[in-house]
């Protein structure tokens, strides 16, 4: 059971919008920045986005992050084949003392 | 370039003590603000953060398996160290180190990962 609650699966068509949520509490997204990485099948998990909202260098505006509350999202518009993967948020829990992961959603792109 | 690499055994048995090395390169283990972080993966499961030390010698662990986790680093060879103690089949995953910036007002994140290392508890 992760600390972090992420819906399994999400699909859409090419070239649509999805979102994908992340549901947290008052000791975790509330109070620090939160974080989401792409993971493709056999490889390590990238960096996709930090401190809630900006891109590392070299991922496309495609991808965008936001936060508000105990909640944060990530949204990919303009879908393509290539962006089925794993996706997982992050971020510091304060009563854990831990870092923490949501569960992980797969993204379909039908 | 940052460059982070997982080595260690890739069969241990039950009971025995798992060795896993992070060689980083690209930054140093001593700057402020930058950790390294282990995080695990069993087959087709979700990421698990394990633990993370930083230069100000602060370590944390997941609860629940702080009983059983040490970090131990040697800067001027630029490796981190995780032993994790008396393994179980459960904990047959791979196991991934990071870089991790964090302790900066609510920040923390993992920008940079190593490939990765599956390593098999069974006898």
């Known amino acids: 059971q992760s600390v972090l609650t992420q819906p399994p699966s999400v699909s859409a068509a090419p070239g649509q919008r999805v979102t994908i949520s992340c549901s947290g509490s008052?000791?975790?997204?509330?109070?620090?920045?939160v974080s989401w990485y792409q993971q493709f099948p056999g490889t390590a998990p990238k960096l996709l986005t930090y401190e809630n909202n900006k891109r590392p260098s070299g991922i496309p505006d495609r991808f965008s992050a936001s936060k508000s509350g105990t909640s944060a999202t990530l949204g990919i518009t303009g879908l393509q084949t290539g962006d089925e993967a794993d996706y997982y948020c992050?971020?510091?829990?304060?009563?854990?003392?831990?870092?923490?992961f949501g569960g992980g959603t797969k993204l379909t792109v039908l | 370039q940052v460059t982070l690499k997982e080595s260690g055994p890739v069969l241990v048995k039950p009971t025995e003590t798992l060795t896993l090395t992070c060689t980083v390169s690209g930054f140093s283990l001593s700057t402020a603000n930058l950790g390294v972080s282990w995080v695990r993966q069993p087959p087709g499961k979700a990421l698990e953060w394990l633990a993370h030390i930083f230069p100000n010698g602060v370590e944390s662990y997941s609860t629940s398996l702080r009983s059983r986790l040490a970090f131990s680093k040697d800067t001027s060879k630029s490796q981190v160290f995780l032993n994790m103690a008396n393994v179980d089949p459960v904990d047959t995953a791979t196991y991934f180190c990071?870089?991790?910036?964090?302790?900066?007002?609510?920040?923390?994140?993992?920008?940079?990962w190593g490939q990765g290392i599956l390593v098999t508890v069974s006898s």
């Open positions: 990071a870089r991790t910036v964090g302790y900066i007002q609510g920040i923390y994140y993992h920008d940079y």
């Open positions: 992050g971020t510091w829990d304060h009563s854990l003392g831990a870092g923490v």
């Open positions: 008052s000791s975790n997204i509330e109070i620090h920045y």
